[in-house]
């Protein structure tokens, strides 16, 4: 079994060598000539306006919570798809009522706006 | 010599032409983007270095390589230096589970074409999938930039989005071979390519993988008309080359995928297995420049509607009807 991961542990080690690798070199080889002005922000050439770490639309933690609980759905769609001829009619009909419960769900957020971007 | 010495032997030099290839593939599909845009908005595009601009890449290394690395105030020292490694690793990775070719024999043993056979391996594409949201996020909120934070929130939003889409799309993939073995995978569609079987399924899974790439018409993460250049507007020399570069072998991974899923992988007549392969890689990458020539932008409301109430409502039914053609056939 490990046999299998080996050359994924390999190829993990020798990808990481070269994203650092790339990263130590330019760093030795790039000039280093910082000054006050050019480590500013960018913001079009103005003086930067308050802080970049500012609070953001709750909007996108909704679609978070959303991913979350579709992805987990999907997680129980994949053990399904490889055994659906073993559980043959009586898996289809689970998975059916399974997916029809999650309309249900996504109808509803749905109706509520969740999806809504204005 | 030893049979295990011999293995790690083969195992390295199988790793080192995949990423030599990769590395390659992903450098030259920066020029032939360059190249092909200019073809299509009708001017020459880079054609000085070397013979019709062929040594470009090796230009663009060495500037980046030699280029000041910027780090802007108050950005997060660590973060902001390893967000683009974050970024590019994944997509390097990817790769170990897709096969290439038929298993060829060399030494008198069988080498399989394909770094990893992992029993696993379409889960293993989806949790690198989800870790490469990592390398935007972390770069875009590092930075200490408005842009940068703007561009890296749209993209958490969008990748997290359009992956639900893509992996429900896969799910008809795996019901017609039953297995998560891409080598199966591809095995099963020998005769017939899955895409006969499920268009639209691989029109979803296409759609998704542009969105996955920030492609456009997808490409809102670093819309430059709006954001500078989102989530890399302050990296600057190597970091922004492996931003760059991650994105590239992304595409070329996500191409190589959507042929193993849909169109049959290496199967072929006539031309050996891995140029078959790569034929198709190409085929989607020229076909991605082609989109971003020819598309316009998406509106962020637009893109957020398409995804949640198209996509993913569409991918859901399209695993039902699957569901119950199989049975019935």
Redesign the interface.
Known sequence: MLGAYLPILLLVVISICFGLGALVLSSFVGPKKPSKVKLQPYECGCEPVGSARERFSIKFYLIAMLFILFDIEAVFLYPWSILFKKLGMFGLAEMGVFIAILLVGYIYIWKKGALEWE | MSNATLDIIL??A??ALV?FVILTMAAYLVLAERRILAWIQDRKGPNRVGPQGLLQPLADVIK????????????DKWLF?LA??MA??PA??TF?VIPFGAPVILFGRELPLV?????VGL??FMALSSIAVYGVAIGG?A???????LGS?RG??QL??Y??SM??SL??A??LS???RLSDIVNAQAHVPFIVYQPLAFIIFLISIAAECKRIPFDLPEAEGEL?AGFH??YS???F??FFVGEYINVIVLGGLAASFFLGGWHGPWLPAPVWFIVKVLAFAVFFIWMRGTLPRLR??QL??FG??VL??LA?IN??VT??W??LR
């Open positions: 195992l390295l199988k790793i990423f980046m390589l030699t280029k000041e690395d910027v780090r802007p105030a108050g950005a230096y683009p490694a590019a690793i390097i990775l170990a770094i990893s056979d992992l029993n889960l293993f909120w930075s200490n930039s408005k842009y940068a934070l929130i958490l939003a997290i989005s992956e639900l992996g429900l799910v008809p795996v019901m039953r297995s998560f500078v507007t302050e020399g190597m970091r080359g492996l962020y409301d957020m509607h949640w109430k993913t409502p859901l695993i039902l569901g119950w199989l049975m």
